[in-house]
């Protein structure tokens, strides 16, 4: 018999390899790595996303309608707005800082009003004046005059314009004729008097129910937030005085955010935008004459789409937002542009909109190909900058080509511009009439991506159409060569907008780089195509590993951490699921210290949702829960553009259920439970399956008792669900090696006798799934049945006396073939165990033990 020869493959560093078949690939490359990564000569399962918060405005003690009928139902999803001008005239005008979006016959109730506090607390019925100004009946002449401030809550529905938003449970109270109301956080409302006063909130629908005995005609003021859940749309950071210490400012479609205090709120209150979910925000500091810094910002919403108004170009200082949009001679106007950046003395913009500025942004002319420029050493805000027809003012040069510049990064002292197909340098000659000249990099290399850029110091990287690639002012070249046909799986389809959703951030402290984008592969039902990202492409830049990860990010950016706690609970590492100062959670990871002022990357998904990224063991709820229905006795959940496939594992936490009779909590069968996404139905509607792990098979949630399924309480017919429901994505691990036969120049077939796997402890009982591919065909696996398919790596008594950082684990299987993989991954039984989420998996090296077998031709 021969002696068993050892096939050891450690110090891994060349990641996902898809250019040569999987008999030829390196030893440490894999053939498949998804939710996996190697990182510094090791094999990780892909971290979880910690939850920094939802974006959300708040609203404090505004005026609010009066009912003078018990119960008193009214609904706080309505559209509110901030005041910049009210009139002395009859009857008043009220101007709004951005479109108001009501309609004549709308009810209106006005607060905090500093000047013509005459119209505080009062209900006005309104006409529509413009998309800005409205008239609310009431002659005002009489009143003082208006200085500043104020906010006005409507009757309309908010559904319109924020069709998921939900009340942030606990958020809310009213008070009125002396008793306040205060929401519990759990769909009841109580006060002081709860046998008199109480009631109940819905914080789905905004619908709130009071049995009171408080007079109607008392006055009435409310305070609550809520959750827009708009797509986040961008993340930025604004420049402070003090050094190394940056305010982040967060988007989606409508609003920018700041975190303060352990939430979100509303940055600058009184500034909203109308872009639709692929009009992202490009933002860039300027540093002013002053010495402090300012924040120009575009979305490039131009108004010439069929969904929203165009949004002007604004800048600020970080008290106010003051809209951008200069004259470039005395009859027109720049009204927005895709990129603003300082170059030499100057603000530059580049693939402007341009027209008569009478006629405004609708009219106006895309110059798609177009660099305008400020005056030189200059202030770009002062009346003149930009004016062409003043000799020594701005100016403009359209570069040679007819593509659309798409992007750009500075590499060293030069601004590399994308275009479509190609890529140029707009490089400073100094010359007072010409400062610039374009000058072609790349021929066959551009980018459709404007956020897909990533800087180095001599390079910077970027996603095309065509290939990944890191340029300079000398060229372009590929560095997907391990991947190549991988940039084909990104969606491009114009309908979807795919180029432009690919967003890239670079990662120092773990040395990583990071792209988000839609993969054409999946789509939410058959035919038809997924709209937000659904995957993470990862870069090693170290060693030049590639890797996949399947996470839902609209927008990469980064955080600094202010203060020690800031992020509640951030600084300790703490999950909603299981906290690092848990008993049994050990520092398993790569993950980066987050001390004060330390960078942190982060994430904003489709519904708002923020988290720190790949920053601890298990992933943070990531996906609210805005219905609970039942089809054809099958349970179904609403979750607005959840991007889930079928059979993906979930967790589902906090959903929350009144009675229909008493209005009292009700408990739900649903919290803190594992589920498979049996069935999606459509964008927003998936079906539940519950995985049964005595019958290894998936089963139906329904609602009621049914043998064979899961039943589901409470019962729907006699109980609402009333929000605050949060969905956890758990992405499944999959790693598959080379093909291995360590005898094939001998013309012989392998057989295996055992595989040893180096691998780091877990003090978590937890267990990893190995398989055994053969022959380069994934549907055979070895070719005796694996009785006992888990390689256990709890840490037992015998473990802990050792002390080590890393041990050795045995799998015995045999198998002859002409080649094997090796496959580590979770079966169902594992993906439907929360301890497998709750550990880190480093793998250090494998040693396959095997022996010469048969002829490999028979």
């Known amino acids: 018999m021969n002696a068993l020869t050892p096939f050891f493959i450690t110090g891994y560093d060349k990641g996902l390899t898809r250019n040569k078949k999987p008999f030829l690939l390196a030893d440490q490359a894999w053939e498949t790595l998804y939710n996996g990564y190697v990182w510094r000569d090791r094999e990780l399962k892909r971290e979880g996303n910690q939850f920094l918060g939802r974006l959300q405005r708040n609203f404090v003690t505004e005026s609010f309608f009066v009912s003078a009928v018990t119960p008193w139902t009214f609904n706080l999803k309505v559209v509110t707005?901030?005041?910049?001008?009210?009139?002395?005239?009859?009857?008043?005008?009220?101007?709004?800082p951005y479109p108001h979006n009501l309609t004549t016959g709308d009810m209106v109730v006005i607060s905090g009003v500093v000047g013509m506090t005459q119209l505080n607390g009062n209900t006005y019925t309104i006409t529509v004046v413009s998309a800005s100004v409205f008239s609310i009946g009431t002659d005002t002449s009489g009143y003082t005059t208006y200085i500043s401030g104020g906010t006005w809550i409507s009757n309309r529905s908010l559904s319109a314009t924020e069709p998921n938003a939900q009340i942030v449970p606990g958020s809310f109270v009213l008070a009125t004729g002396g008793v306040t109301f205060t929401d519990n956080g759990d769909g009841t409302i109580t006060s002081g008097t709860p046998l008199v006063n109480f009631g109940n909130i819905n914080y789905n629908t905004g619908s709130v129910t009071l049995t009171t005995n408080v007079s109607g005609s008392t006055a009435t003021i409310i305070s609550y937030s809520y959750y827009p859940g708009l797509p986040g749309m961008g993340i930025w950071q604004k420049e402070t005085s003090t050094i190394t210490s940056e305010n982040t400012i967060w988007w989606d479609t409508k609003y920018a955010y700041i975190f303060s205090n352990g939430e979100f709120q509303e940055f600058i209150p009184g500034t909203a935008w109308n872009g639709n979910d692929s009009d992202f925000f490009w933002a860039y500091n300027y540093q002013a004459s002053s010495g402090s810094s300012i924040l120009f910002v575009t979305n490039d919403n131009n108004g010439q789409n069929s969904e929203s108004a165009a949004d002007p170009m604004y800048y600020t200082d970080g008290a106010t937002w003051t809209t951008f949009q200069p004259l470039i001679t005395t009859t027109s106007t720049m009204f927005q542009a895709l990129i603003l950046i300082p170059y030499w003395g100057r603000l530059i913009a580049l693939n402007t909109w341009e027209g008569s500025t009478s006629s405004g942004a609708a009219d106006s002319t895309n110059f798609f190909n177009r660099c305008r420029f400020s005056a030189a050493n200059a202030s770009p805000v002062a009346s003149t900058s930009w004016r062409t027809d003043i000799f020594g003012q701005g100016g403009s040069l359209d570069a040679p080509v007819d593509e659309e510049i798409t992007g750009c990064t500075f590499v060293k002292n030069t601004l590399i511009v994308d275009f479509e197909y190609s890529t140029w340098q707009l490089r400073y000659v100094g010359e007072y009439g010409l400062p610039f000249i374009w000058e072609r990099v790349s021929a066959d290399y551009g980018s459709g991506s404007t956020f897909s850029g990533v800087l180095f110091d001599n390079q910077r990287l970027n996603v095309g159409d065509v290939a990944i690639t890191a340029g300079n002012a000398v060229g372009v070249d590929?560095?997907?060569?391990?991947?190549?046909?991988?940039?084909f799986s990104f969606q491009n389809e114009e309908i979807n907008n795919g180029a432009k959703r690919v967003w890239g951030v670079r990662?120092?402290?773990?040395?990583?780089?990071?792209?988000?984008?839609?993969d054409s592969v999946d789509q939410v039902v058959a035919g038809t195509a997924i709209t937000y990202p659904n995957k993470v492409l990862l870069y090693n830049y170290r060693n030049n590993s590639w890797a996949i990860f399947r996470d839902s990010v609209t927008a990469f950016g980064t955080f600094q951490i202010q203060t020690a706690g800031e992020t509640g609970g951030a600084v300790n590492w703490n999950s909603q699921i299981v906290t690092w100062d848990d008993e049994e959670v050990t520092w398993s990871t790569p993950l980066p210290t987050q001390v004060q002022g330390t960078p942190v990357i982060c994430k904003l998904n489709q519904q708002g949702y923020a988290h720190l990224f790949a920053a601890q063991t298990i992933d943070d709820p990531s996906l609210a829960i805005t219905g609970v229905s039942s089809s054809g006795g099958i349970l179904q959940l609403t979750i607005p553009n959840h991007n889930l496939n079928q059979l993906e594992t979930i967790y589902l936490t906090g959903l929350l259920f009144i009675s229909s009779s008493t209005f009292l909590p009700v408990t739900t069968s649903l919290n803190n439970v594992i589920f498979q996404v049996f069935k999606v139905v459509d964008a927003n509607t998936i079906q539940l399956a519950f995985w049964d792990t005595s019958l290894d098979i998936p089963v139906y949630v329904v609602v009621g008792t049914n043998t064979g399924n899961y039943p589901f309480t409470p019962v729907l017919?006699?109980?609402?669900?009333?929000?605050?429901?949060e969905v956890t994505l758990f992405p499944k691990m999959d790693l598959i090696s080379k093909d291995i036969n360590l005898f094939q120049r001998k013309g012989l077939n392998t057989k295996l006798s055992r595989i040893d796997f180096l691998l780091e402890p877990q003090q978590l009982s937890t267990s990893v799934t190995v398989n055994l591919i053969l022959n380069a065909n994934p549907v055979y696996t070895a070719n005796i049945l694996i009785q006992s398919p888990d390689m256990s790596i709890t840490n037992n008594t015998d473990l802990n006396q050792t002390g080590g950082e890393y041990q050795w684990f045995s799998f015995f299987q045999t198998l002859a073939a002409q080649y094997f993989r090796i496959e580590l991954t979770f079966d169902d039984n594992l993906m439907n165990t929360l301890s497998t989420h709750q550990s880190q998996f480093t793998l250090y090296a494998i040693n396959a033990w095997c022996?010469?077998?048969?002829?490999?031709?028979?």
Do not use: M
């Not at 017919?717 to 429901?725: E, K």
């Open 478 to 487: 590929r560095i997907d060569l391990d991947i190549p046909d991988q940039v």
């Open 81 to 96: 707005g901030f005041i910049s001008a009210a009139t002395k005239a009859n009857p008043g005008h009220i101007t709004t």
């Open 507 to 518: 990662d120092y402290v773990k040395e990583l780089v990071y792209w988000c984008y839609p």
């Open 717 to 725: 017919a006699s109980s609402t669900y009333v929000g605050g429901g």
């Open 851 to 858: 022996r010469p077998g048969g002829r490999l031709i028979q």
